[in-house]
């Protein structure tokens, strides 16, 4: 039976760069996740017996949450909501089962790659009919809703068994409980010549894939070791656990350690990779070699032809603008476009909905084309699979002669996390009151602080990182992460073009020296935030 639940609004229950992410222990406050979730309907319009996608990374509290969503879904008129087996499902496929089956939209219960456990963090976010993260006309929609919400909607039911695949009727409304992996695995196989990647296995190829304890080992088990067949054992930290196993599921140099010890240290595989806690990351790694995730958007726009679902050729490309500029020089190679998009893959929505990019990127390990619209970690892994087995050639010397062809942009991002939420504004503010004067300065050309004009819808975005330009075509990029849960986290974006091929095996962090010590002159960091050094390198 149908009951209203009277509420009274919470605080700061806007969402960031990404859905609402809070600790978990702000979600189990009585209300919290109710409110967001009631807000998310309040702001839509239509949906009556339509479909909704619920799942989740599997992260602790996603069990509670899900028999939420559910039953507020059942209540407030969804025809069908199509779940996860066990609540799970990563988030590209999330984004693949509401355009396959035509949904009205979905919920995704993650904060992606941040740690989970009851200390951890939890999100949640909703996605539209093509699949994608809600634009932010619909994210401050919501947001408004939190600020005025007094009643919510549910039913009054046990939880429901998400155990076995299958279709039940709750409250007039159709629940199918799906197996998480098959779509996804189906799609990938239209995408990618899985055959072409078997014979590379057979003639020796090995590969290490890191799960971290979160939702892609089902996924990469059956992928790469049932369907591919790459040896069991493959895959590692292949079970999600509610708390990642203890693992920070951040897939980059610092979280996936091991992994890139193996590669980087040990050279014991010929390719690795990992992905994050929902599943939308990727971290590509060769023997020897670590490839960033700005050149690994420039290498597969360059090579993504070859990839059956691919082989008609791409028609644009779009990165965010902290990105490295390594995509700009393959586009227009191709005569292409390069769109330049704030921090966040909503911004890609409308580029791929509208056929003007077909392959998208950011720094931030995040790799995806047109086949869903959210970034997709598994879909680069076998991306790289797929460029790797028709090349023959080991992933160095792609990147090599990648960079030979094109030049090398030198990247690195500093993060300075969890620095005082006052000081970092302070520290913005400091930034973008110098603007002005910093131009002319260092070799800078043009500084500013970044705006986007969408050119499906006219949009207009502002205030999306401070950029310092110089003539030579380096940047520095400042802007305060929309993610954290926890004071604030700086990030600084430093990026050096090399077209020498005799400079191309310079050490990233040696070659942007003089970019490093800039950004940190430039911003006063140490001023502002009392660190000498960031917290993270990538
Ligand atoms: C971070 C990344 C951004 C990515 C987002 C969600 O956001 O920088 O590229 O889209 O996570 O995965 P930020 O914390 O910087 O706002
Ligand atoms: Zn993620």
């Given amino acids: 039976m149908a009951e209203i639940v009277s509420t009274k609004p919470f605080d700061g229950q806007r969402p960031g760069t990404s859905g609402l992410r809070k600790k978990v222990t702000v979600f189990q406050q009585p209300h919290y996740a109710e409110n967001f979730i009631q807000s998310i309907f309040d702001s839509l319009e239509g949906f009556a ?42 988030t590209p496929a999330a ?20 740690p989970g456990g009851p200390d951890g963090d939890f999100g949640i976010k909703y996605n539209g009919s093509n699949g994608g993260p809600a634009p932010e006309k619909i994210t401050e929609e919501i947001f408004s809703h939190t600020k005025t919400i007094s009643a919510y909607k549910t039913i009054n039911s046990a939880d429901v068994d998400l155990n076995a695949v299958g279709t039940i009727q709750i409250a007039g409304m159709t629940l199918e409980v ?15 010549d899985f055959n072409l990647i078997r014979a590379l296995i057979k003639s020796g190829f090995t590969m ?19 369907m591919l067949g790459f040896a069991k054992g493959t895959v590692m930290n292949g079970v999600p656990l509610p708390d990642f196993g203890g693992h920070h599921p951040d897939p980059n140099l610092v979280h996936a350690k091991d992994l890139c010890d193996m590669l980087l240290v040990q050279k014991a595989y010929d390719f690795g990779a990992a992905s994050d806690g929902d599943g939308d990351r990727n971290l590509i790694v060769g023997k020897n070699i670590y490839v960033t995730p700005s050149d690994s958007l420039a290498i ?57 990019a077909t392959v998208c990127g950011e ?33 160095a010397t792609i990147v090599t002669e990648h960079w030979k062809e094109f030049g090398r942009n030198y990247y690195t991002r500093h993060d300075y996390e969890e620095v005082d939420l006052d000081s970092a504004n302070a520290l913005m503010k400091n930034l973008r009151d110098q603007l002005p004067a910093l131009v002319g300065q260092h070799g800078i050309h043009k500084a500013d602080d970044f705006a986007y004009d969408d050119p499906v819808d006219g949009s207009r975005t502002t205030g999306q990182g401070v950029r310092l330009l110089f003539e030579n075509g380096s940047r520095i990029i400042y802007r305060l992460s929309g993610t954290g ?42 001023k502002y935030t009392g660190r000498k050094a960031p917290t993270v390198i990538t």
């Avoid at 479909?51 to 509290?61: A, N, S, W």
């Avoid at 035509?102 to 992606?112: H, P, T």
């Fill in 363 to 395: 720094e931030s390990f995040g790799t995806g084309s047109n086949h869903v619209r959210e970034k997709d970690g598994l879909w680069a892994v076998l991306m790289w699979l797929n460029i790797l087995a028709s090349r023959k050639l080991s992933v």
């Fill in 208 to 226: 290490k894939f890191d799960g971290m304890g979160a939702i892609t080992g089902p996924y990469a088990h059956r992928i790469l070791e049932d």
């Fill in 49 to 90: 017996g339509k479909t909704l996608v619920i799942g989740g990374d599997g992260r602790y509290y996603n069990r509670e949450v899900v028999q939420t969503a559910i039953r507020m879904a059942a209540a407030n008129g969804f025809g069908r909501v199509i779940v996860g087996q066990n609540g799970l499902l990563s």
């Fill in 178 to 192: 799906v197996d998480p992996v098959t779509d996804y695995a189906a799609l990938m196989q239209t995408l990618f």
């Fill in 300 to 356: 597969i726009a360059a090579n993504m032809h070859l990839a059956p679902g691919y082989k008609g050729g791409i028609t644009g490309i779009a990165r965010s603008m902290p990105t490295s500029g390594a995509a700009d020089r393959v586009a227009a190679k191709m005569g292409l476009r390069c769109y330049e998009t704030p921090t966040g893959w909503k911004f890609f929505g409308n580029l791929l909905d509208a056929n003007m």
């Fill in 485 to 526: 849960t926890a004071g604030a986290t700086l990030r600084v974006y430093m990026e050096k073009y090399e077209a020498n091929p005799q400079r191309h095996e310079m050490e990233t962090q040696h070659a942007l020296f003089d970019l490093i010590l800039m950004s940190r002159d430039c911003a006063k960091i140490e």
């Fill in 95 to 114: 984004s693949h089962l509401i355009r396959k089956n035509e949904a009205f939209g979905g919920i995704i219960l993650s904060a992606s790659h941040n």
